[in-house]
């Protein structure tokens, strides 16, 4: 009977102190939720990031001065310490306003009718007295093979839309997105002079969606537009009708590569300064908007989230580093450097988390890491669920610290915002300040510090 009560206390005590650890997690976190919705200095940065700096393309000077800013609003924050770790990136130049017409009589009496487009990121421009020939519809690459005959001189239009049937909009994005950077080397693969894409979108507008494309050196390097959503629908109808030439002219070339930085603060761990947790959002957007949700939004969430815990006085077990990462639209070389510098001096990273998806209210975290560890984050679900993280899922990380997943098998996870306006704003202009909303800014600040917190404080386990 002794032995059987003396189980019975453990037990007991061993509730008890689980009890009282999430109690105190729930109180510190929120304390944090308190000082973030009250005293967050998130939606101002963001403010002065897309109003005052704007586009901050790799190699432009718009990203000298985003740099300049981040390392200035990391050491406001608080932070230990923190530098600019330098990377080169590449260095494409748009070169010029990007133009589309018809060149038919459309039977209406309209003629050259201009369309709303925009160079996809990296494309090589048409030459200043562009690019004419009739338009070649397809909406698969299977249709470009069946009809490969017929596809020399001309300019592949690939009307290939989004799969409404997908509530998670990252998946028609991950579906459709290969005819951007595919496209344009597949068509050329066949004698085509120039592509246009249908944007990477289902927003109810006409904004075109630029983003990389990704030529393959055995073909020729094709002028590569994407086109706004009404003016594709409406390209589409008149092809149905009759054949039509398009005037393609662009002006994009490369430079030679030259120096950007990853903006790093830091908060050194006071048990195990040794092991690190990064934290960030990248820096760069592409030319033509704003980028406030991409990723204007995950940057200053990184931000606010060093400066509440410095406001709260937390001090981290492990060390926590905060990061802007450099160049991750065309090229992902500050994320690569990182995990690379990480290699070199043999640091020990433990957990990773990124917010690149919109500053839009959140719903969740994927995570990619062990079952062990899954569930031990699972745990923690009912600590987050009550400020809009409930949905937690297996799969998840961002593009910036997938080299270190890759480098180290270090255990990953992103927000995840509510995604269905997600694809209305995503590279293109109406990517602005005002479209991101200050509260489910600032709520996503609070549920990633909250992620954080936690895995400092317990650890993830193997």
Known sequence: MLSFNRILLFMALLFTGLAQAQSNDSLFIRKLADEILLRSQAYENLRVLTKNIGPRLA???????????GLAAMQA???????????????????????????????????????????????MGSGPKGVTAEVLEVKSFEELESKKEQVKGKIVFYNYPFNATFVRTFQAYGDASKYRGQGPSQAA????????????????NNHPHTGATRYDSQYAKIPAVAIGLEHADQLSQWLKK?????????????????????????????????????????LDSWDNCEGAHDDGAGCVQTIEILRAFKALGYQPRHTIRFVLFANEENGLRGGTKYAAEAKEKNEKHIFALESDAGGFTPRGFGFTMSETQYQRVLSWQPLIAPYGCSEFSKGGGGADIGPLNRTFTTPVAGLQPDSQRYFDYHHARNDVFEAVNKRELELGAVNMAALIYLVDRHGLGQ
């Open 242 to 282: 009759q054949s039509l030439q398009v005037k393609l002219e662009t002006h994009g070339y490369f430079l030679p590569d030259t120096i950007g930085h990853n903006i790093i603060g830091e908060l050194k761990g006071t048990e195990f300064p040794d092991q690190i947790i990064t934290v960030g959002g990248h």
């Open 77 to 123: 924050a608080g932070a230990d310490k923190a530098w600019m770790q330098e990377c080169m990136v590449p260095h494409w130049v748009r070169g010029g306003v990007d133009k589309a017409s018809t060149m038919v009589n459309l039977g209406d009496g309209k003629r050259g009718i201009s369309l709303d487009v925009v160079a996809l990121g990296n494309s």
């Open 59 to 69: 190699g432009s000077s718009g990203m000298v001065k985003a740099e300049k800013w």
């Open 189 to 204: 693969k066949y004698g085509a002079v120039g592509t246009i894409i249908r944007s990477m979108s289902h927003g109810a």
